[in-house]
């Protein structure tokens, strides 16, 4: 899968380095710099506007794929430079040294920091005008997001530990449950109000970045499983 390439995160590719003797300290600010690596990914993705290939971007420019990083982009000189300050190098540092964990694939950073994004977004809409959303929607919306993040999580174990069937079944989960998400947002009636209009466009493109991410997350799977099949005749 292009930039998400899940295949360099498992099966002994991040081993750990030596044995770990890290306490409850250690583990703290190791979350820490995952937090920080999620709403670096948000940044990054935020100063893209909405197109067919934003999540690729985001992927050269987070450095998930050293082969395609490209600065040759003027427009973006600001942003990395940003991002790239001495503190964001520190965490580098720290982050290479860094055990595996979940919390360090990029499926993981990309799927959950778009969902929390969405969230934003409403909770932003909701605090700024007096929109009178439906309590039952907004529920709604946040169960369905909820699940969606769990499913994904569950998929992306079974990715970890390279059972790809269980994976492409998760995932088909995790798209029903991505579908209601959509339908929810289409139901809201927002032509008469710019801001909610915009929240529930953004929400939508989003949504369909993860709904990108988990396709391509299949479709890797499903060659690997049929490579493997041929393998076995």
């Known amino acids: 899968m292009k930039n998400f390439d899940h295949e360099s995160f498992s099966e002994g590719d991040w081993e750990e380095k030596g044995e770990l003797a890290w306490n409850e300290y250690d583990w703290e ?10 709403r670096r990914f948000i940044r990054v993705y935020n100063t893209l506007t909405a197109s067919a ?3 690729d971007e985001v992927a050269r420019l987070m450095g998930w794929d050293a082969s395609d990083w490209s600065m040759n982009d003027v427009n973006f000189e600001e942003e990395i430079e940003e991002l790239l300050s001495s503190d964001s190098q520190k965490d580098d540092e720290d982050f290479d040294m860094d055990p595996y964990t979940l919390h360090r694939h990029p ?11 969405i969230l934003h977004l409403w909770e932003t809409l ?22 969606g993040k769990l499913e ?37 009636h927002s032509t008469n109000h710019p801001k909610l209009e915009a929240t529930k466009i953004e929400s939508i493109s ?5 709904r990108e991410i988990w396709l391509r997350v299949m479709k890797d799977c499903r060659e690997e499983l049929n490579r493997r099949i041929k393998d076995d005749e």
């Open 107 to 117: 499926v993981y950073i990309s799927v959950q920091g778009l969902f929390d994004s």
């Open 206 to 210: 989003r949504l369909f970045d993860v």
């Open 152 to 188: 994904s999580l569950l998929a992306l174990q079974s990715l970890d530990l390279a059972d790809y069937a269980l994976t492409v079944t998760e995932l088909k989960r995790a798209l029903k449950t991505l579908n209601q998400s959509f339908n929810i947002l289409e139901s809201i």
């Open 29 to 38: 600010l190791f979350l820490q710099r995952q937090d920080r690596e999620s």
């Open 53 to 55: 290939g934003r999540i």
């Open 126 to 147: 909701l605090n700024e005008t007096n929109n009178e959303l439906s309590p039952k929607l907004c529920f709604n919306l946040v169960q369905s997001i909820h699940d």
